[in-house]
């Protein structure tokens, strides 16, 4: 493998189809403001790099990204490659991952909007993000310790893991398809419109409106905290272990709880149950929750 270090390019297409290339404590920066730096390349290597020009990795296969900085001026980074590792690295600019496969990604920072979009097979350990559309229409997501702010999140993902994860997120989950989180919190409003085949096991649930025409919806011993308006439309099976503020509609299926504030039936073909946890310990109907 060849070594580049201690250089800087700023030229167009720097490094333009490359193989076996380690770079080492170098910069793509400077006033020529080229573009594309490493489009095109295979068996790359990038360890303490900083990226501050724009599309560096384009059509790249297996890439290795360590301990470098991707700057806002960095934008769409990361597109159409596959077999990428990234580690200790920041990832700043707008579109930083897009149509993308085989991706590992563990210790990053990422302040991308529209991060991540028609990725397939990824995994993401320990990393913190702020973005909006984050992982929009990628497939095979597994996710552990991972802390994510924005709007709109997971939208239209399709089979995902998610584990002791934090996400602060409006509209995350909308249209997403047989999904599984465990052990993680969830707080923003609207939360999982229109979801298929959702799963949450031992999870926070915080914020209006969540779980709203849903198909196979489970909730599995979560906690639910200001969720007013819950299930409306949807079929669901959910044991609750906390108070609701309000259950409107559900279509169909049971709802496990130690208390609601208000069961709103104002649907006629709204039958599912909401079933009032009794004071002795067993589980019996609410007269007033089970629809006729």
Partial sequence: ????????????????????????????????????????????RLDHVRCNLRYPFWHDTRLEIRNTEMTELCRA????????????????????????????????DIRSPEFGWSVRNIEMRRCTAESEYFMMRSENLRFSDVRLQGKYSFQYIQNAVFDHCHFDTKDAFWHAKNVTVRDSVIKGEYL?????????????????????????????DCEMVDTDLCFEKS????TITTPVVSIKNPASGHIRVPAVGEVIRDDADAAGEVLIAESDGGQGPDPSCVCA
């Fill in 1 to 44: 493998m060849k070594i580049i270090e201690n250089q800087q390019f700023d030229q167009e297409r720097a490094l333009y189809g490359s193989r076996g290339l380690f770079v080492k404590n170098c910069a793509f920066d400077g006033p020529a403001d080229g573009e594309s730096a490493l489009k095109e390349s295979c068996d790359i």
């Fill in 77 to 108: 980074a990361l597109w159409y490659s596959h077999d990428i590792k990234i580690a200790g690295s920041k990832l700043y600019g707008i579109k930083a991952l897009r149509e993308c496969c085989d991706v590992v990604m563990a210790d990053c």
């Fill in 192 to 220: 999982a419109w229109y979801s298929d085949g959702l799963t949450l096991i031992n999870c926070k649930i915080i914020g209006t409106q969540p779980f709203c025409y849903c198909k196979d919806l489970k909730l599995v």
């Fill in 235 to 238: 079929s669901v099976e959910a």
